[in-house]
């Protein structure tokens, strides 16, 4: 993941950037919390960006579960959900099924 060393998101000059593991990055977001610096962020997932993803997501998604497979399925917006619906059934009415 992106981090910005001095907690301010705006800041992305080249030496205020580095990249930290997912853990490390949790743990120096505590550390500025805890400090009073930086500032919690709200992050953004686009989903799946294309239908390799959408259908590898699906497959290994089960329903009621909070896996990574329904974040990327819930996090993919309703129009390109649509899209590859479409994109699914006319694969499906090719092969005849």
């Known amino acids: 993941m992106v981090d ?7 800041n992305d000059a080249p030496d205020n950037l580095r990249y930290l593991c997912r853990a490390d ?9 805890r400090m009073g ?3 919690r962020t709200r992050q953004y997932n686009p ?18 579960e909070h896996d990574a497979g329904g974040r990327i399925l819930h996090d993919t917006p309703k129009k390109k ?10 694969r499906r ?3 005849g099924n």
């Open 47 to 64: 989903g799946a960006e294309t239908l390799r993803e959408y259908v590898e997501a699906a497959v290994s998604h089960r329903r009621g």
């Open 4 to 10: 910005h060393r001095d907690g301010d998101e705006w």
């Open 25 to 33: 990055n949790a743990k120096q977001a505590i550390r500025a919390a």
């Open 37 to 39: 610096t930086g500032r």
């Open 81 to 90: 959900r649509e899209e590859f619906a479409a994109e699914i059934w006319r």
């Open 93 to 95: 009415r090719a092969h």
